[in-house]
C-alpha cells in the first residue's frame, strides 16, 4: 500500500505527463502503471481526475496568487505541483493546508531548480493566507 506521500508523487509525475501527452487519461494511467512500474491505485486516478476536472479553477487562483508569473510562463513541473497543494488544500478534508504545501515543497525540492521551489512556497503561503482570512471570518 504507497503511503500518501507516494500517492502525492506518482499523481504528480501523472499530470506532469498529461501536459505533453494529453488524451485519454486511463491510457495515461496504464503506460504510467506498465511502463514507468509506477502505483497507479484508486487514490492515485482519484487525485489525477481531480486535478484535472478542476484545471481552470485551479489555474485561475494560481494566477492569482503568482505576482511574478503568468501560469502560461510558470513552467509545467511547478504547475502541476501547484495544481496539486491547491486541489487537496480545496477538495480533500483529510489534508490539512500546511500538508499539502510541506508536500509540495518536498516535490518541489525533489523534482524542480532551486528558484522554483521558493516560487512554489511563496504562491502556496499566499494562497494559504488568504485561506484562512477567509476562514476565520
Known sequence: ??????IRETAFIICFEEFFVGGDIEEIFEIAESFAGL????DVK???KGVLEKKDELDS????????RTVERIPR????ILRIAIYESLYNDRVPVNVAIS????????YAYNS????I???LGSFSRDLEKKENG
Open 1 to 6: 500500500m504507497p503511503t500518501r506521500h507516494e
Open 39 to 42: 502505483p497507479v491505485n484508486k
Open 46 to 48: 482519484k487525485l489525477v
Open 61 to 68: 487562483m494560481i494566477a492569482k496568487y503568482s505576482d511574478k
Open 77 to 80: 513541473l511547478d504547475l502541476a
Open 103 to 110: 508536500e509540495a515543497v518536498l516535490l518541489a525540492r525533489a
Open 116 to 119: 522554483d521551489v521558493s516560487f
Open 121 to 123: 512556497n511563496g504562491v
